[in-house]
C-alpha cells in the first residue's frame, strides 16, 4: 500500500512574525514540519509497519527551503519525499489540487494523511477538498485509527469530551489530531539517514494545473498585538476571591 | 441587489447554541435576506427566537433518521439548499461541529472557505480572521461562486431585529453516504460539559495546578461560573487532562468573554489560543510571568487557594 503524508512547511510557532507590504511575511525565520503533521506521519509510520510492502510518501508543496521539511519527515520514518516547488503561495483550492495531481501522477494511494490543520493559514480545509477530488472519505482531528481488510475505522475528537466514531471505505483521508499518537524524535541516525532518502522534485507547471473557479487571497495582513493594561488585585486569598467575583459580576457581566 | 444569505443553525441536542445569534446579527447586512438552515428538525421551535434575530426564511432541512449525525449527508443537503434557494453565502460556526461540516460543503460546492472569521464584509466579499497563530490577523477576499464563513462564536454581540420567518420544508431526497458512517457517539468522561469554543468563561489550569486532582477544584468552580475548563499543553502532556482541553496553538482557539488563567505563564503558544478572549484574568506565583504583564486583571497568589476561596463565595451569594 502507498500511503502519502501531506505535510507543510510553516513558520515556527516561537518565531516572531513581520509584516511587509501589507501582505506577507519576512520569511527570514525558522520553517519546519507543521506540529500537527507530526502526528500524522508517526501514524502512517505505525500503519505500515503492520503492512508489510508499504511504502510512506511525504508530499509537500513549497518553495526550495521545505526540502528541510521532507528531510524532518524522511527522519520520523516516510521512505521517501516528493517536493512539488513553487514560488508563491497558493489557497488551500489549488494545494488541493496540486498535492492529488502530484500524487497521482507518483502512484495509487492506498491511504492520505495531512495534519488537521496548518499553523500558519489556519485553513482546516484541504484535506477535506483533496478527499472530494478523490472522491475519498474525510475524517479530521483523528485521536484512534483502525485499519481493517476493507475499511478504516477513525474517533475524532469534538469539543466537550464527545468523540464520534467513523467508518470509512478506502481509501480515505484522515487529518490528524494531537491526541492520535505521540511522535517520537528522531534520534542522530535518523536523520542522517534521511539525508539519503530520495527526493523527487517536480516543477508546478508541469504539473498543468487547471484554473480554479474560486480564490481565496490575502489582502492585507495585520499585526495582532493587543496589549492589555494589565491591573493588579492585591490583599489576602478572600481579598482577591472577593475582587474577582466583583470583576466578573459589574465589569464583564456574566455572573 | 438583494443577496439570499443562508445560516446554518447548530444545534446541541435539540438546543440551539446561544452563539448561533451572533453569527445570524453578524450575516445581516446591507441588501441580505437571511435564511435559517435548520436540520435537526426543531424549526417550529425556533421560530419566534429566530424571527426576533432577523431570519426571513426557515429552510428545515429534513434527513433520514439513519444520517442525522453523518456531516457528509448534512454537507450534501445544504448544498442541495444552496441550489434550490439560490444562496450566495452561507454562514456557520467555527465549532468542532462546524470544522466537521463546513469545509465538507465547501468542497462539494468547489467555493471559496474562511474559518474562525471574526468579521465578514459581504459587499466586498472579505473575510477578517487570524493567521499565523493568532499573531496577526488576515483579510481574505474571496472570489468564485457561494463562499462559505466558519464564524468565530462569541465574535459578534447578538442585536435583535424584528421579522416574522416563515418555515419552509425541504426533503433533500436520494442523499447516502456509501464512504462515510457514523458508528459511534460516545463521551470521554473527564471534561467540562461545556464546550471551550462556545463557553462565556473559561478557567485554565496550567503547570502551577501540579496535578490532576487538583484539576477538580478548576471543574467545581467552574460549574459554579457555569463556565469551561481549559488548560494549557503542559497539563495535558503531563496526562492529567484530556487533549481536547488543550487552548493554544496546538489547542482550541477560544474567545471567552472572560479567561482566568490559573498556574499559566503564558507562553507564545498558549497565546495564540486565548488572546482573543475579551478580558484576562492571571493567578500566578511569579509576578514577572509573561501573562502577568499581557492580561487585564492580574493577582500574584496560589492559584490552588484563590480558586476554592471563588467557588465558596459563589455558593453563598
Ligand atoms: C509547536 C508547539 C506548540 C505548542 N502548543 C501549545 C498549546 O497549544 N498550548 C499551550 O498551552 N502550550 C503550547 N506549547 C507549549 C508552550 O511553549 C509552553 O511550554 C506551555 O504553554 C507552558 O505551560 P504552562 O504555562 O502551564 O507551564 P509553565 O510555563 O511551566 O508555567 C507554569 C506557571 O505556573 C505558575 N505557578 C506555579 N505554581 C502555581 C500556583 N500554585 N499558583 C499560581 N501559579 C503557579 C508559575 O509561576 C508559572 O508561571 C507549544 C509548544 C510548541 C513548541
Known sequence: ?255 | MIKHIGVIIEQDNGIMKAANLGMITMARQKHTILFALVMDGSAGALKEKLSSFGISTIIEIRLAEDFQDNPDVRAKAVAKAVEKFELSALFGLSTAMGKDLLPRIAAILDGSLVMDCFDVDLENNIAGTSRYSGKTLAKIKVRGPVPVFGIRPNAREPVQEQKSAGIIQFEAVSLDSKLLRVVKRGETGKDSKISLTEAEIIISGGRGMKNGENFNLLFECAQKLNAAVGSSRVAVDSGWVPYAMQVGQTGEKVSPKVYIACGISGSIQHFAGMKTSGMVIAINLDETAAIMSNCDYYAKADALKIIPEITKLLETS
Open chain 1, 1 to 255: 500500500m502507498q500511503i502519502y503524508v501531506c505535510v507543510k512547511h510553516v513558520p515556527d510557532s516561537a518565531a516572531y512574525i513581520r509584516i511587509i507590504d501589507n501582505r506577507h511575511i519576512d520569511e527570514n525565520i525558522t520553517f519546519l514540519l507543521n506540529p500537527y503533521d507530526e502526528h500524522a506521519l508517526t501514524e502512517a509510520v505505525r500503519v505500515r509497519d503492520m503492512h508489510p510492502g508499504s511504502e510512506v510518501i511525504a508530499v509537500c508543496l513549497g518553495k526550495e527551503d521545505a526540502e528541510k521539511t521532507i528531510r524532518s519527515a524522511m527522519a520520523m520514518g516516510a521512505d521517501r519525499g516528493i517536493l512539488i516547488l513553487t514560488e508563491t503561495g497558493h489557497d488551500s483550492i489549488e494545494t488541493a489540487l496540486i498535492l492529488k495531481t502530484a500524487i497521482e501522477e507518483d502512484g495509487v494511494p492506498g491511504l492520505i494523511f495531512t495534519g488537521k490543520e496548518s499553523i500558519d493559514d489556519q485553513g482546516m480545509q484541504t484535506l477535506f477538498r483533496l478527499g472530494a477530488l478523490f472522491d475519498f472519505p474525510v475524517v479530521t482531528n483523528v485521536a484512534r485509527l483502525e485499519i481493517l481488510a476493507e475499511k478504516a475505522l477513525a474517533d475524532a475528537e469534538f469539543s466537550g469530551g464527545v468523540v464520534k466514531t467513523y467508518e470509512m471505505s478506502l481509501p480515505c483521508v484522515i487529518g490528524a489530531g494531537k491526541g492520535l499518537n505521540t511522535p517520537k524524535y528522531p534520534t542522530v541516525r535518523d536523520v542522517m539517514r534521511s539525508r539519503k532518502s530520495p527526493v523527487k522534485t517536480l516543477l508546478l507547471p508541469d504539473l498543468k494545473i487547471p484554473p480554479a473557479q474560486a480564490r481565496m487571497e490575502v489582502v492585507e495582513l495585520i499585526p495582532h498585538l493587543q496589549k492589555r493594561q494589565p491591573v493588579e488585585i492585591s490583599g489576602t486569598d478572600s481579598d482577591i476571591a472577593q475582587k474577582i467575583v466583583q470583576i466578573l459580576k459589574d465589569e464583564a457581566k456574566v455572573i
